[in-house]
């Protein structure tokens, strides 16, 4: 138990494109759900923190507006990468924490990669 | 500010053992988690520690003690499919996550 999906797992886009990645929590609700960014060689950076039915928590340095989270339901979180620019390729990942098990542990989708040209 | 420091690279040789060190100074302590990350997948757990002392759990170990701040990842039995990144992360006391930047394991055969 405990899978999450992404999708796409990768995706190549113009400069100015909007992207959304959504993220699944298949066989458990998340109370929580995280994204990640991940450049090359690079540690995982924490974008930003949300649970289901409110506004996300977004780290410091990171755009609300350029990167828009939503946490519809208990089972999926998208994140939308407005007007991208060539420095927001990367590697994006997002978790889910469950209510239940160890406390928050995360869970981890198997990441999107982004390309923009 | 908070802190956590692991070599950013190890080697080792098919067969053997080796010890991956993280000691970490954080605001708060919610438990420690060990991660593997293969290069472009995302990370998958391989353990939690939040009382002192050593978890094994096949052939991987963990220890921690937290008057030291310190916790270590023990890989026994090295196959070429261990070689990955392996992260330490820390739950502090907001219950974040906070990340290290990973140890990259080559083994050789």
């Known amino acids: 138990g405990a899978v999450v999906s992404q999708h796409p797992s990768w995706v190549i886009c113009k400069s100015g494109t909007s992207v959304k990645i959504e993220c699944r929590s298949l066989?458990?609700?998340?109370?929580?759900m995280f994204w990640y960014r991940q450049f090359p060689k690079q540690s995982l950076m924490l974008m930003a923190t949300?649970?289901?039915?409110?506004?996300?928590?977004?780290e410091q340095g990171v755009e609300k507006d350029k990167f828009l989270i939503n946490h519809a339901s208990l089972t999926l979180s998208t994140l939308t990468v407005t007007s991208a620019h060539p420095e927001d390729s990367s590697f994006y990942i997002c978790?889910?924490?469950?209510?239940?098990?160890?406390?928050?542990?995360?869970?981890f989708g198997p990441g999107t990669r982004l390309t923009v040209l | 500010g908070q802190n956590i420091d692991q070599p950013t690279e190890m080697t080792a040789t098919e067969g053997a053992i080796v010890q991956i060190n993280c000691t970490y100074q954080?605001?708060?302590?919610?438990?420690l988690f060990w991660y593997q990350q293969h290069a472009g997948e995302a990370p998958t757990f391989l353990s939690y520690?939040?009382l002192d002392g050593l978890e094994e759990k096949g052939r991987f170990s963990s220890f921690l003690s937290r008057s030291k701040g310190y916790s270590y990842l023990l890989l026994k039995e090295l196959q070429m499919k261990d070689s990955a990144s392996y992260l330490c992360?820390?739950?502090?006391?907001?219950?974040?996550?906070?990340w290290g930047a990973g140890t990259k394991l080559i083994i050789k055969p």
């Open positions: 949300s649970n289901e039915g409110s506004k996300a928590t977004y």
């Open positions: 992360a820390v739950l502090d006391s907001n219950y974040q996550l906070i």
């Open positions: 954080t605001s708060g302590f919610n438990g």
């Open positions: 978790s889910a924490a469950r209510a239940s098990g160890i406390d928050n542990e995360q869970f």
């Open positions: 066989d458990f609700q998340a109370t929580t």
């Open positions: 520690n939040v």
